[in-house]
């Protein structure tokens, strides 16, 4: 095995850097979202220090090409990787409450969390490739032989932390089995008591449960999602006791716990369906979240079915362990992303209900382009309705979205309308909109409706006062939507 000590230290450490960067955007998605935006700020930081690293280990080594100088390296890349996991969570507080917007936050974050580490990572080969390199006349087999085996590691890194190790043991505890496996290379290359004693730290470091979270019943890594789940009063309209569920950055759904009524405020709009095609059977749903909308139809209309489209088959079991969520025949969730099961969709429904926007961190420009909501028409029946919740201003310098929004809807449906659940907050304000849409121009609609229904009604969004002209239609190529997102973030985090 000593024989091969640098082989396995180089092949290890190409894993370590790879495993870094993957697990670094489930550290950064409760904070900054899971956009484009992190992974540029989180490949752009890494890249930029395995190079400043490449660099920097080439001088090292040539200085002193020692398997003790490489035992330094990974000793000190262990022990940032250990320090990461430690604070990420206050760093990255501190830095999205001084900086706005997305970018920013992100890069800046990647770059104290992981630059360092994926720094020190890329001294490893340089320092190895000197330590092994003996004969000119086989340095490019040598060199060659090292990277090939680095390059292999970060292979073999990516698919264990993607494929396994995240939906496992959890982000966190990932940053900690990175640290040790460093660490433990620093003791296989250079034996000291300094890296026993910081490995015991890392060891015992991930049981050490943080203080003040009493209210946290739930904390996971998902296959796709960073997930919290705990109890909060509710803001609005009552300061009742709610059970939330938080995905990545966003508050995703909630219940109360002393009630069965929706607990957000937007999510009760869903009900304008009874108005716009009265008697609806069959329905689908975009998002589950923690599943509150399909409960709450569940358990007020046992006509009524429902498809709940939901790409985290987690969130369904923790909607079923925390949030009282029990599927049955005609309440049925498929885990499959809502573009590619209206791809291949036959299926007719009364309504098609979309809350797959709700985040501003994260949202999907493959179910707003035109694409999609022409695919949502075709899943609708003649006097099918689609409701759509999304975030955005009504008025201001950052209502792009909404705009844009309107602009595709119309190019598919005739007949759109908009509401405003939260009368009470300013139209310059990010906040819930609700957009109805119908593939007739004149639907038959009821004279008369419950006084919920009414209520809704008069927080009716005059569209032509909107200014949706001045919007895009969104494409499968062209659906800037980030960067709608991003000037709103701005916009909010300055206030």
Wanted: hydrophobic content about 45%; glycine content about 8%.
């Amino acid at each position: 095995m000593k024989k091969y000590s640098l082989e396995l230290t180089v092949f290890l450490s190409g894993a370590i850097v790879m495993m870094l960067e993957l697990t670094g955007s489930r550290i950064l998605a409760p904070f900054v979202g899971t956009s484009t935006f992190i992974w540029t700020s989180l490949i752009g930081v890494i890249l930029a220090s395995l190079s400043l690293g490449y660099y920097h280990g080439g001088i090292k080594a040539d200085a002193d090409p020692s398997q003790k100088r490489l035992g330094q390296i990974l000793f000190l890349a262990g022990v940032s990787i250990g320090v990461g996991a430690l604070i990420n969570q206050s760093i990255l507080q501190y830095l999205v409450n001084i900086f706005p917007g997305i970018r920013w936050p992100a890069v800046v974050s990647a770059t104290i969390l992981f630059g360092p580490p994926a720094y020190l990572l890329g001294m490893v080969s340089p320092q190895a490739v000197r330590i092994r390199m003996t004969d000119l006349k086989t340095s490019g087999s040598t060199i060659g032989r090292l990277y090939a085996l680095s390059s292999l590691g970060s292979i073999v890194g990516t698919f264990l932390v993607g494929f396994y190790l995240m939906a496992w043991v959890g982000s966190r505890n990932i940053l900690f089995i990175l640290s040790g496996l460093s660490l433990l290379l620093a003791s296989f290359n250079y034996k000291n008591k300094d890296n026993f004693f910081a490995l015991l730290l890392f060891i015992v470091a991930p049981f050490v449960q943080s203080f003040g979270k009493n209210n946290l019943l739930k904390i996971q890594d998902t296959e796709y999602n960073s997930v919290q789940v705990f109890t909060a009063p509710h803001p609005y309209p009552t300061s009742k006791v709610c059970r939330v569920l938080k995905v990545g950055n966003e508050y995703s759904s909630g219940m109360f716990l002393d009630s069965d009524s929706l607990a957000f405020q937007y999510s009760k709009f869903y009900k304008l369906i009874y108005y716009f095609n009265q008697k609806p059977t069959k329905t689908l749903l975009i998002g589950g979240g923690a599943y509150s909308v399909p409960k709450y139809f569940q358990k007020t209309n046992p006509n009524l079915s429902m498809d709940i489209l939901e790409i985290d088959p987690a969130l369904t079991q923790i909607a079923q362990a925390q949030f009282n969520f029990n599927p049955e025949e005609r309440i049925v969730p498929i885990h499959e992303d809502g573009r590619t099961f209206l791809n291949h969709n036959n299926k007719k429904y009364d309504a098609v209900m979309c809350d797959a926007y709700h985040s501003l961190f994260n949202i999907p420009f493959h179910l707003v382009s035109l694409e999609a909501i022409e695919k949502m028409s075709d899943a609708l029946n003649p006097n099918g309705v689609l409701i759509v919740n999304l975030l955005s201003p009504i008025k201001g310098p950052n209502r792009d979205l909404v705009h844009s929004m309107v602009k595709t809807c119309g190019e598919v449906f005739p007949y759109i309308r908009a509401f405003k659940p939260r009368l009470e907050v300013p139209d310059e304000r990010v906040q819930n909109i609700i957009l109805v849409c119908m593939k007739t121009k004149n639907p038959v609609l009821p004279g008369s409706a419950s006084n919920e229904i009414n209520e809704m009604l008069a927080k009716e969004i005059n569209l032509k006062n909107l200014g949706w002209e001045n919007g895009i239609v969104l494409k499968d190529d062209y659906a800037p939507v980030e960067h709608y997102a991003e000037k709103m973030l701005g916009s909010y985090f300055q206030r």
